[in-house]
Nanobody
Framework: QVQLVESGGGLVQPGGSLRLSCAAS????????MGWYRQAPGKQREWVAG???????NYVDSVKGRFTISRDNAKNTVYLQMNSLKPEDTAVYYC?????????WGQGTQVTVSS
């Protein structure tokens, strides 16, 4: 059974940084691509960043140069380092993987960027 547990969210001032973590279990983590999505109030969930099993990364244009996705296969964990945060980054951030022919999501972690 796939489990994804996010942590690391919180309240941060504009220009600040946060690192989100997603601990995965129930599958062979190193074999699967992982991603981060976010959902702001009143908006649809949007893809933010992805990392393949081989470590290739991609980002939505709005976070390029500010966010970095990485993975530690020894710890079954994927990270999202977020720098130069802006108020428009405020959202619930979700960890994601596609496994067993279905989408799998964590419970989400709230990120609020405000002064």
């Amino acid at each position: 059974q796939v489990q994804l547990v996010e942590s690391g969210g919180g309240l941060v001032q504009p220009g600040g940084s946060l690192r989100l973590s997603c601990a995965a279990s129930g599958f062979t983590f190193s074999n699967y691509a992982m991603g981060w999505y976010r959902q702001a109030p009143g908006k649809q969930r949007e893809w933010v960043a992805g990392i393949t099993s081989g470590g290739i990364t991609n980002y939505v244009d709005s976070v390029k140069g500010r966010f970095t996705i990485s993975r530690d296969n020894a710890k079954n964990t994927v990270y999202l380092q977020m720098n130069s945060l802006k108020p428009e980054d405020t959202a619930v951030y979700y960890c994601y993987t596609y496994h067993s022919s279905r989408s799998n999501w964590g419970q989400g972690t709230q990120v609020t960027v405000s002064s």
